[in-house]
């Protein structure tokens, strides 16, 4: 890119580009029409009429959109995205920020035929760099984070948005998650039981108690985010904390008692945070 700071948006089969925004050097590639259910990727021809059915042109906007950031994860993406389409919900756009892969990540992203997924390339730059890049890049009131090897349950975006559309002062909100991968991951306890869920303006308790809130388990309304630093893309580790503490200064936030949420651990890999800081 030239200029240094732009991304080029193009809507599917026209190639006319819709927007220029600064979130590094990338390019967008939405999909073409189709949808995801269960295993089998349907055409469009196949949707039912009273499928959903977005418009893909520069003035559409979704109800939701869901950042993924990856790198080098081809194999866990491809299952992470199957349960992201597979919600039932529907009118969300998904945005894949490639952090630079050398594997095969973009050609299996190409070959996804739904026109829900948009796809951002960049160097190598880290997951808050990536995760910020599709932040600027969202169109949905609501924007929601997902991790490229991790799984949603199909009803995560459904029963999310009826919290905002039951409470309009409400910032974000988030659910309890399980794990899965190795045998010491399934015998593991969900999320809640090792950090209570808590709920209104919370700054103290997190500040204090810990934080329950983790990246693939939440929701925040985009005008919220946007009020803020965004992920931190200097720190290794707890970017995701550090974002926390900034909404819970001043917008409510309230939970699902719930683990929409599948978290991938495996006893070969090391911690996250270890993994972070030798990235």
Not at 122 to 140: C, D, P
Not at 254 to 279: F, G, N, Q
């Amino acid at each position: 890119c030239p200029s240094g700071g732009c991304v080029d948006s193009y809507t599917s089969g026209s190639l006319l580009p819709r927007a220029k925004l600064h979130s590094g050097c990338a390019r967008t590639i939405c999909g073409t029409r189709s949808t995801h259910r269960g295993s089998d990727w349907l055409t469009q021809s196949q949707l039912n009429a009273s499928d959903f059915v977005a418009d893909t042109t520069s003035n559409y906007a979704p109800r939701v959109s869901v950042v993924i950031p990856t790198f080098n994860r081809q194999r866990e993406l491809q299952e992470c995205l199957q349960s992201v389409l597979a919600q039932t919900f529907a009118e969300f756009e998904v945005i894949v920020v490639d952090d630079g892969s050398s594997d095969e990540t973009i050609p299996m992203l190409r070959s996804v035929n739904d026109h829900r997924l948009r796809i951002l390339q960049q160097e190598h730059g880290g997951a808050s760099r990536a995760r910020n890049a599709g932040i600027r890049e969202a169109r949905g009131e609501l924007i929601a984070f997902q991790d490229s090897d991790d799984l949603w349950t199909t009803d995560k975006l459904e029963r999310q948005l009826e919290l905002f559309d039951e409470d309009s002062g409400l910032g974000w909100a988030y659910c309890d998650m399980s794990y899965f991968g190795s045998p010491s991951a399934e015998a593991r306890a969900t999320s809640f039981t090792r950090t209570a869920p808590v709920e209104g303006y919370v700054l103290k308790e997190v500040f204090v108690r810990g934080c329950p809130m983790h990246t693939p388990c939440t929701i925040v309304r985009r005008d919220c985010l946007l009020g803020t630093r965004l992920f931190d893309e200097q720190l290794r580790a707890h970017e995701d904390h550090d974002l926390w503490l900034q909404l819970a200064r001043s917008h409510k936030v309230t939970y699902i008692d719930a683990p929409l949420v599948r978290c991938r651990r495996d006893d070969e890999r090391a911690p996250r945070d270890v993994r972070l800081a030798l990235e």
